[in-house]
């Protein structure tokens, strides 16, 4: 049975417990409502580590509209019922105030020191986004203490952000894992929930236009410009509104579009279908080889 805790004093407790006895701990954060790509890290997590340990936690600070927090989807039993089935021994939560207890009251918080990767992007169309996901991050791993920490490649730039984090905290081994992507190639995430089936076709236009751009990287276009454009253009129809298409050298975050010719591209898309807003991204040099996993729909959705 995997245990479910309410605090992170007492999450940090079984953590110490674990090691205490020589197991290495393997740490999945999560805001919840499970999908197979979530499954799949834990499954490393499990195979990897002594015991394994997810977080299910939805964090208001890294929500930049009240609106967006309230419809972010929520499914606390089906997600202890994933956690049990792929051999997550624990899984914890929290409260804001007891996540960060010195400052008294949630609306007390301290902002954080933006790290590097916090900027562009996500930074400029989520206002406070990154900033909020720096903060709960750093908490998570001092809740769990010494671990590996598993992430999702979907989410690009917060994985260099939490690399960034780990690489302050010395004690934090950060795991980076493929996108899991549906069959269709639209890339699992919580928000897919939202989708109905017209929107969730429409959807994959994002999973297109990056692989176009790998397309026209592998046919020798190192402009990110150009890249860009062509983006862009695959996302102007009717039912999608794009935040942003973009190009980064991976190895040298820019918050904005670097000089070309590239010798390495990632490129990542952010863009609105109905009213639910998507993000992906594809490793240009290495795209339509192995960069991504599929597995079937989940089950249920
Ligand atoms: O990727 C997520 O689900 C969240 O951003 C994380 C890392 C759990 C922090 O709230």
Excluded at 135 to 164: H, M, N, W
Excluded at 208 to 234: I, N, S, T, V, Y
Aim: net charge negative; with cysteine.
């Amino acid at each position: 049975m995997t245990i479910y805790l309410g605090t992170p004093a007492e999450a940090r407790y079984w953590c110490r417990e674990q090691r205490k006895g020589g197991q290495s701990v393997g740490f999945v954060p999560t805001m919840g409502a499970l999908h197979d790509g979530h499954r799949s890290l834990v499954e490393r997590a499990v195979a990897e580590n002594g015991t394994t340990c997810a977080s299910i936690f939805v964090n208001p600070l890294q929500f930049n509209s009240r609106e967006d927090l309230d419809k972010y989807p929520r499914s606390l039993e089906e997600d202890l019922a994933i956690l049990d089935r792929v051999g997550c021994k624990m899984a914890f939560t929290g409260s804001l105030e007891s996540f960060f207890p010195e400052a008294g009251d949630a609306d007390r918080i301290p902002p954080v020191v933006p790290l590097p990767a916090i900027a562009g992007l996500e930074a400029a169309f989520r206002p406070g986004h990154m900033e909020g996901v720096q903060a709960i991050v750093e908490r998570l791993f001092r809740t769990v203490g010494p671990c590996r920490a598993y992430f999702g490649e979907k989410d690009f730039q917060q994985s260099l952000l939490v690399r960034q984090i780990a690489a302050g905290m010395n004690t934090i081994e950060v795991v980076v894992c493929p996108t899991v992507r549906e069959s269709g190639g639209l890339a699992m995430s919580s928000r897919n929930r939202r989708l109905d089936a017209a929107e969730r076709e429409l959807a994959l236009a994002l999973v297109r236009a990056l692989r176009a751009a790998a397309g026209a990287w592998h046919g020798g276009q190192r402009d990110p410009e150009r890249l860009e454009e062509l983006m862009r253009g695959m996302l102007a129809v009717p039912g999608i509104t794009t935040d942003y298409t973009a190009v980064r050298d991976p190895e040298n975050w820019t918050a904005e579009t670097p000089p070309g010719p590239l010798q390495k591209g990632r490129a990542l898309v952010a863009a609105w279908v109905g009213g639910v807003r998507l993000i992906d991204n594809l490793d240009l040099d290495t795209a339509g080889t192995h960069s991504s996993t599929v597995r079937p729909a989940f089950r249920g959705e």
